[in-house]
């Protein structure tokens, strides 16, 4: 839950992280390539990460199931006459 102080500011958590000058020019340079802040160039790439693993994980588990014979396919005809459309 966000805060405010005393001047209706938002108080927003604070994180730091240690890096070499050599990797600090690194996501300096990509975070002025992409046009946003080191800040927010840090958070999209953390975040796209954490999404590509959900993608991967749900991929994997729909191969098992798929494996198994629990996934069906429709046709587009088939979803169409399911949802009423045709």
Do not use: W
């Not at 604070?14 to 000058?21: D, G, I, K, N």
């Not at 050599?22 to 958070?43: C, D, F, P, T």
Request: charged content about 35%.
């Amino acid at each position: 839950m966000l805060q405010c102080n005393t001047k209706g500011l938002v108080k927003v958590p604070h994180v730091s992280l240690r890096v070499t000058e050599e990797e600090k020019n690194m996501m300096e340079g990509y975070a002025r390539v992409q046009g946003v802040s080191l800040s927010e160039a840090i958070k999209e790439v953390f975040f796209q990460m954490l999404e590509d693993e959900y993608d991967l994980q749900t991929i994997k588990e729909h191969r098992v199931e798929k494996a198994k014979g629990n996934v069906k396919f429709y046709s587009h005809e088939e979803v169409k006459r399911e949802l009423g459309l045709s």
